[in-house]
């Protein structure tokens, strides 16, 4: 075997993965070829490191052992490459990049012309949704997460806060009346967002310090986009972050911020990427250039 570094890669990746199909998608190849790999490997080495069944991987004792070898292995090579000026940390390949549909496009698409012209060796794959993404399994390097993290197996940097703030149009309040205060929510059209971890309740922070409203409504979307949207077609109240509205909406008067007395609790933006010992160049230069970005934006940084 002449390099045996690519089915080390391989390896690695199936492990983390466990699937041979997921690997498979993200290289652009069959699972076939990466079983093929990983059996080649599996014959240079002499031992057993997958044990396959037709429902699920598992690693061997000798998978387990070789995993934590593999990594230190293209670690070391890693390190050796820089410390050669081969490729002197500059960021090269490309970057799997996560983040939620109206994120990606307010956010970080008009941004990403400056970051590409900042590395040209490095290409973006982003990709968008507000559904879940396990960042081992899709092969993400980085995802952008607002809300409180709950998994301890990522590496996160708070790089952002987001602000919410409740909002309606001037024709749904000239139909309905304007709330004065958060207990009149529960008598309006609310936009429900099913994604939100607090449920179909609206957290407030006021003068009688903090509260939690029901709200209900005849609309309930499960992305923020369509938060978003509905609120800005006078759907109902919605309740939104102030980073999703980049046209001067509030303004020119398109919406109207209510219940200013009252402030729903911020929440962290987070930059995560699984738990590694070597984070790439690729991923450094993305973290480190939101962080500088976000920080730059009031909408972003929580001054808005």
Request: net charge neutral; with cysteine.
């Amino acid at each position: 075997m002449n390099d045996p570094l690519p089915l080390f890669r391989t390896f690695i990746r199936v492990a983390e993965a466990g699937s041979f199909s997921a690997v498979a998608r993200e290289a652009g190849t069959s699972q076939p070829t990466i079983s093929r790999q990983v059996a080649a490997l599996e014959e240079h080495l002499g031992c057993l490191l997958i044990q396959r069944t037709t429902r699920s991987l598992t690693l061997t004792e000798d998978g387990r052992a070789f995993l934590e070898t593999a990594w230190r292995a293209l670690e070391a090579v890693a390190e050796a490459e820089t410390s050669v000026g081969r490729r002197q940390g500059r960021p090269t390949g490309t970057l799997r990049l996560s983040a939620a549909t109206v994120m990606g496009r307010l956010h970080i698409l008009p941004r990403l012309p400056l970051f590409l012209a900042r590395h040209p060796e490095l290409g973006v794959d982003l990709v968008l949704g507000d559904g879940f993404t396990d960042l081992v399994e899709q092969g993400i390097d980085l995802a952008l997460r607002v809300g409180v993290l709950e998994d301890p197996a990522l590496v996160a940097r708070r790089i952002g806060l987001s602000r919410r703030v409740v909002a309606a149009t001037p024709g749904y309040l000239a139909r309905h009346g304007t709330p004065q205060t958060p207990e009149d929510l529960r008598r309006h059209a609310c936009i429900v967002y099913a994604g939100l971890a607090t449920g179909a309740s609206w957290p407030f922070q006021g003068p009688e310090g903090r509260i939690a409203i029901p709200v209900s409504g005849r609309l309930r979307v499960d992305s923020t986009e369509a938060v978003r949207a509905a609120t800005l077609q006078g759907l109902g109240v919605g309740m939104v972050p102030v980073w999703h509205f980049v046209d001067g909406e509030f303004e020119t008067g398109r919406l109207i911020r209510l219940l200013e007395a009252w402030e729903a609790p911020a929440l962290p933006i987070h930059a995560v990427y699984p738990t590694r010992r070597f984070l790439a160049p690729k991923v450094r230069a993305m973290v480190d250039f939101l962080a500088e970005e976000f920080g730059a934006d009031t909408q972003l940084s929580g001054g808005a």
